[in-house]
């Protein structure tokens, strides 16, 4: 009896639509819903009330995250009267919802039985507090009881007093649901609620025993202290008008509407009938320094480009960004020449891009003009699909214009002299050269066609925090890994000195056992902390390469076991936030590259297949590092680090080519390799039964052994600091090649 208010509206509306015998006598039974409109209703939309159905989480009301669910698990309690759609309660947020993008299973009704379902609904964390409308018609009939009737004050935060749902006009409907004329009843002035206005609100004793009302009703509300929206930052338009920080967040709007203009984004011109109108939406950005303060408040108009047809709207839309081993070889390079690295910034950067194809979008919220006109954009905006790759060329045609060369080995590299080089990430930018008179002459070439923000020299790229010091610089994640432990609610947690058990033994306990053996539920983002982890070791944590490695094979079928090792890591980087990637300069002789490879054999035991683990070092930082799955299954350890050394050959011969670009020649790398048996097969082409069989693609270090292109150089295993990239080690061993890995001695 939770849903009796519901259940008699939804009564209503299907008896409405069904044949009466009252109204009309004979054969011909016409519904009320045909006297009333003049028309039959369509019934198609009529689903099993109470049922099972998942609500589609809209894109824009999803969590910044890549794998955040897209559907919820609700209950049907009915339909729309005031548009086309349904009503479903969700039991997980303790919302209304309404929306008519909904999936059904009507064999499945919560109560009677175990739902097939249970476990596989994800929370949605919504940042607007649980408030519900205060127009609900009440339950009455001709003699009320009523048991309680009592009056209570609420905020309502104006229209969205619903989650809902975009789709609720007649096009594009996916539930067969005809566009049908309303009768609108008359409303009173005041029934619009404000955010300023308080109402009074009646409840009938039906209503008491509904949870809708049970949050207003029932003593763990504080209706004396309703919920504020809390100070973060608005998903919607809407929202930033009603956010506390209103003038602030139309003020970001206002100055990126002005910068629209300005760069002459696009014209207004009448709608075209003959092609598809990309929408557009605000995202909203409170942007805060590395202590966290409030730098400035960031309003964006963002084109939905999943809105572009292709081959219509765009082609192609690859733009490259720099990657990390060039940042690492960029500082260490900068730092071992004792040049300064400044931080740049081009404001806007997608507006300076011309767009070549011919797109309209619709006017930006808030900044209407003229009715009946849409936008013809001229140039690129955030969020179209090709505006990356537009920036990306426009940007590099001003720097060849300036007499920069575009690397070969990565095209976000650019080199204009050995004392002056340049990377790009998208917008930010990071350059290298001897003095301030060099970096006002270039940004007087920049100042001509952008706006660009110096933030002078380096401290904060990409997360991560560039501490420098005369004899030492320092890239660390501290920050990151504070927001990671806060995200996930392991700010007190036990800190872990290693990031996986060497001696990872099972359990003594049955039930224990078959416990952490059992599949994940999707309610824990497991996959939302492998790919955090991921981040954190591509960018300065080689420490915790074989961990993220090892756990991100689990992402389809994480186990309970595989949660709590992928929690311990985190308690690992809680043990070492302070721990960064130590750059030092060295002497020049010794300003050379050279790599590290080992191979654990047969360290899966799913597949058997080996892991490969490498790390390559320019001087003595390390530069770029390998942990993954070989490919093949290896017949012996000389076959596995064979296999791992010619996967290491790969990447010397990358960075290698990427050196010469900065100017550093690269003759004979040696490369250390524990296993004596790999080094004289990689040396002699020896053919026998124990050889014949490896993949003719792994023999081609053979010729880099012979032009001299490598060297191989045998290291005890005792020594060999790749070791740490292929499997878990003992707390003191750990902190032995820990300590050369990040070349902090």
């Not at 076959?639 to 900065?662: G, I, P, Q």
Request: glycine share 4%; charged share 25%.
């Amino acid at each position: 009896p939770r849903f009796w208010a519901d259940a008699f509206r939804c009564a209503v509306h299907i008896r409405n639509r069904c044949p009466s015998r009252v109204l009309y006598g004979g054969a011909k039974c016409p519904t009320p819903y045909e006297k009333w409109f003049g028309q039959a209703p369509d019934v198609s939309y009529f689903r099993v009330f109470g049922c099972i159905a998942f609500y589609n989480v809209r894109k824009e009301d999803r969590d910044d995250r890549k794998l955040s669910p897209c559907a919820v698990e609700c209950r049907h309690i009915g339909y729309d009267e005031e548009a086309q759609g349904y009503l479903l309660w969700c039991p997980v947020t303790q919302k209304l919802i309404r929306s008519r993008d909904v999936i059904f299973d009507e064999t499945c009704f919560p109560g009677e039985h175990p739902s097939p379902y249970e476990g596989l609904q994800r929370p949605i964390s919504y940042e607007t507090p649980v408030v519900w409308p205060t127009t609900r018609p009440p339950l009455t009939n001709d003699k009320p009881q009523i048991v309680q009737t009592p009056t209570r004050r609420i905020v309502p935060l104006g229209d969205d007093l619903f989650e809902g749902s975009d789709a609720l006009t007649p096009t594009g409907s996916k539930r067969g649901w005809s566009s049908l004329p309303k009768r609108t009843p008359k409303r009173s002035r005041n029934s619009r609620n404000c955010v300023d206005n308080i109402c009074e609100v009646t409840f009938h004793a039906a209503f008491l025993t509904d949870p809708v009302v049970s949050l207003l009703s029932g003593g763990n509300s504080d209706l004396d202290n309703p919920p504020c929206v809390p100070l973060s930052e608005p998903k919607t338009y809407k929202q930033a008008l009603t956010s506390p920080d209103k003038e602030k967040w139309l003020e970001a709007m206002q100055k990126e509407y002005s910068s629209l203009i300005k760069n002459k984004v696009f014209e207004l011109v009448p709608r075209p009938n003959d092609r598809a109108i990309v929408t557009c939406k605000w995202a909203f950005k409170v942007k805060r320094k590395v202590d966290g303060s409030i730098e400035r408040y960031k309003a964006r108009l963002c084109a939905r480009g999943f809105t572009q047809v292709l081959g219509i709207d765009y082609e192609e839309t690859f733009a490259p960004v720099v990657k990390f081993c060039t940042v690492r070889c960029f500082l260490t390079i900068a730092f071992q020449r004792k040049l300064q690295v400044y931080h740049l910034d081009i404001e806007t950067a997608f507006l300076n891009a011309t767009l070549e194809e011919e797109i309209y979008m619709e006017q930006p919220p808030g900044f209407t003009q003229q009715g009946g006109y849409v936008c013809l954009l001229k140039k690129c905006l955030y969020g179209l699909k090709q505006s990356g790759r537009m920036w990306h060329q426009e940007f590099k045609r001003t720097l060849l214009e300036y007499g920069f060369i575009q690397a070969k080995s990565d095209e976000c590299l650019f080199t204009a002299s050995v004392d002056m080089f340049l990377c790009l990430y998208v917008d930010d930018i990071l350059i290298a050269l001897e003095n301030d008179a060099k970096l006002k002459i270039f940004l007087d070439h920049l100042l001509k066609k952008y706006v660009v923000k110096n933030n002078g020299l380096l401290n904060w790229y990409l997360g991560i925090e560039i501490l420098t010091e005369p004899c030492e610089s320092v890239l660390s994640q501290r920050v990151y890994v504070e927001k990671l432990l806060d995200r996930f609610k392991m700010s007190d947690s036990k800190p872990a000195k290693t990031p996986m058990d060497a001696n990872d033994t099972r359990s003594s306990d049955a039930s224990k056992e078959i416990k952490m053996n059992e599949l994940l539920p999707p309610t824990e983002p497991y996959r939302e902390l492998i790919g955090c982890l991921m981040y954190s070791m591509v960018a300065t944590r080689p420490d915790i390469a074989y961990a993220v490695g090892y756990l991100s094979r689990q992402v389809s079928n994480p186990t309970g076991r595989h949660w709590t090792q992928a929690k311990r890591v985190l308690r690992y980087l809680k043990h070492t936030k302070d721990l960064g990637l130590r750059v030092t300069r060295c002497n020049p002789e010794d300003f050379k590259l050279c790599a590290y490879v080992d191979a654990d054999w047969g360290r899966d035991p799913t597949t058997g297949k080996s892991t490969t683990g490498c790390v390559l070092y320019l001087g003595n930082v390390p530069i770029l590092w390998t942990s993954r799955l070989q490919r093949c299954v290896a017949l012996s350890s000389t076959e596995s680090e064979y296999v791992a050394l010619s996967e290491c050959v790969k990447d010397v011969l990358w960075v290698s080519r990427l050196l010469v670009d900065f100017g550093i020649p690269c003759i004979k790398v040696p490369i250390y390799e524990d296993n004596a048996g790999c080094i004289k097969l990689a040396k002699n082409p020896v053919f026998h039964k124990r050889t014949k069989h490896i993949n003719i693609r792994y023999h081609f270090v053979r010729d880099q052994v012979a032009d001299g292109t490598v060297e191989l150089v045998w290291l005890p295993t005792a020594d060999m600091v790749a070791d740490a990239l292929t499997k878990p080690l003992s707390q003191f061993d750990f902190d032995r090649k820990r300590r050369r890995l990040m070349n902090c001695h």
